[in-house]
């Protein structure tokens, strides 16, 4: 039992001074939760600029890396890497509203395509008893038709999107700051 008392002690002494960390990123997140869902087309373009200005970073860094250590080998591969980065972050930050459509396109296109195959082979399962086809064919038609209603209304798709990351950080952020108060009530009980 006298083992226990230094690792009670250490593990007050660390509650103590990190729990407010999660409580702070979770006010944090729910800030970004709310304006997303507030100003989500300002958020969403926010979000892509972001994600452009890293993959110039990226791409610069990869392309420095590759200049520098070409002699240790992979120097085309990672020539490559580094163009496809910075094109991807030079059309990311040139074209936001467009990448965002362009995205969103993709994400329609891939579950209009699932939803086919899926269904294909839903229906090939019919003949096997218990196979639980008709829950395959379900799942197959509603990504289907989640496919179509995004292509359908390409603008629809990009708000959902963004409300589905702005209730997805409100969510989060309510969940970093109880588990930083219940680090902070470990804390004070121990």
Known sequence: MSNLVPL????????????????????????????????PVSAGLAIILVIGIYALVEGVVELVEAVRYRAAGGFVVRLVLALLSLAFGLVLVLAPVRSAIALVWVIGLWAVVAGLVNAVVALAARAVPGSGWGWMLGSALLTLLFGVLVLVNVTAGVLAILWLIGAYALVLGLLLIALGLQIRAVGKRL
């Open 8 to 39: 009670e002690d250490g593990l007050k002494q660390i509650a103590s001074k990190v729990w407010y960390w999660p409580v702070v990123r979770g006010v944090l997140t729910i800030a970004f939760g709310l304006l997303t869902l507030l100003w």
